[in-house]
């Protein structure tokens, strides 16, 4: 184990002050969960809003949900490239994984892919906006109207994004956020649903008010979990957390097992100043993402504006991928490797997946690489960071940054 200062490769804010509101909201739950839906359904300018226990368990309700509409539908069309959770929703909720290619320089669906994967049991087609990079929704939302296929936005990495003036989340039919440790805003697990439709609402609500909220014991261990994780995200103490292999840090899980409930009281007293956070949050990864496009000569409009939750590199072989993430671990630079394989490789559901290959999806996983953007970057770890990167943005690098649709 290495003493040296050390950056996660990711981190979201939280104050004692927000702990302490963690605490009051132990007791009137409802006062504290009541003011935060009011409070996100004028944010997003939606009707309705649902508070979960994690991003996966608001996924396994929509899913829920939208079957209850459409008994006849099971398949899920997701990008063959995604979080291991999106598909463990889906095998939670009883559908049925279909996984379709994505392009590797967008992150955008293969579209030639998608037409062929929409069939008559298709009940939605969940996009993901990949560390805060909007997808093209126009050309899905297209889609959905000519097949009658649900749009479910993925946008766990995005919270306070938009596209085209409007939130990410709100583009779809419905949508969800993520609020774990390592996205724009936390307050330790944490999900959202919101939409606009009567109908998704309803059959929503069928399942919602019914669910359990986190006991009293969990919510101790959650605030006595985000209490160490204010300690030692910090970067001169993180070297103690990620050099303990039982801690498991940045590796990558299937857990179909998941509880499914209710966000609690204490959770949303967490959250209390959740705007203020977001913003502050958001704004620090649109500069710290600026300077390191500045640092490695990359040049891309399109991203400006963008708080992206991480800095993805498209590296140009999974050589000088992990040559790359070497280098930058021996440093403490909070570089990640991200998911290690499409999803058709994911060994707990590899079987459902025989004989199948999606190219786009493999090369990505193979060649993409993560710069933290986090508020505890330092200038000087961007000067490091561009000293190793550098002298490879030119000609060793490809597609320093997905270009995306804005």
């Known amino acids: 184990m290495k003493i040296h200062r050390c950056l996660a490769p990711t981190a979201a804010m939280i104050k004692l002050i927000d702990l302490i509101h963690g605490i009051a909201g132990l007791f009137p739950g409802s006062v504290y969960r009541n003011r935060l839906i ?89 996009p993901t906006h990949f560390f805060g990079i909007p997808v093209d929704l126009s050309r899905l939302q297209q889609i959905g109207r000519e097949t009658g296929v649900l749009i479910v936005e993925d946008s766990a990495q995005a919270m306070g994004g938009d596209f085209q003036g409007k939130k990410l989340g709100t583009l779809g039919d419905v949508g969800f956020f993520s609020l774990g440790r390592g996205k724009n805003i936390t307050c330790g697990n944490g ?44 970067p001169a103490l993180y070297w103690l957390p990620a050099g303990l292999p039982f801690l498991k840090l940045g590796q990558t899980f299937f857990d179909r097992n998941f509880p499914v409930r209710r966000l609690s009281g204490s959770q949303a007293g967490i959250l209390g100043n959740w705007r203020q956070r977001l913003e502050k949050s958001n704004e620090m990864r649109k500069h710290i993402s600026s300077l390191l496009r500045s640092h490695l000569c990359i040049t891309n409009p399109e991203q400006e504006d963008i708080p992206l939750l991480r800095f993805p590199i498209i590296c ?7 040559e790359l993430f070497l280098r930058l671990c021996s440093i403490g630079m909070g570089v990640s490797r991200m998911y290690p394989g499409p999803v058709n490789e994911i060994p707990e ?25 986090h508020n505890y970057v330092r200038l000087r770890d961007i000067e490091n960071i561009g000293k190793i990167l550098k002298p490879f943005s030119q000609e060793k690098l490809a597609n320093s940054m997905p270009a995306g649709k804005r």
């Open 38 to 126: 009011s409070e996100l359904e004028e944010y997003f300018e939606v009707h309705y809003v649902f508070l979960l226990s994690s991003g996966k368990a608001a996924l396994t309700l929509i899913l829920q949900a939208l079957h209850i509409m459409y008994p006849e539908r099971n398949e899920v069309i997701i990008p063959a490239y995604t979080c291991y959770t999106v598909p463990s929703a889906i095998v939670r909720s009883g559908m049925k994984i279909v996984p379709c290619d994505i392009d590797p320089d967008t992150l955008n669906f293969d579209s030639d892919a998608l037409i062929k994967s929409i069939t008559d049991k298709t009940l939605c087609i969940i």
């Open 191 to 234: 999900g959202i649903i919101v939409t606009d439709s009567d109908s998704i609402a309803e059959a929503i609500s069928s399942i919602y008010n019914e669910l359990p909220v986190p006991s009293f014991i969990s919510d101790i261990r959650n605030l006595l979990s985000l209490l160490f994780m204010k300690v030692f995200i910090n």
């Open 316 to 322: 140009s072989s999974q050589h000088r991928r992990d």
């Open 349 to 373: 559901i590899a079987g459902f997946f025989s004989g199948m290959s999606f190219p786009g999806a493999k090369s990505l996983s193979e060649r993409i690489l993560t710069l933290p953007t």
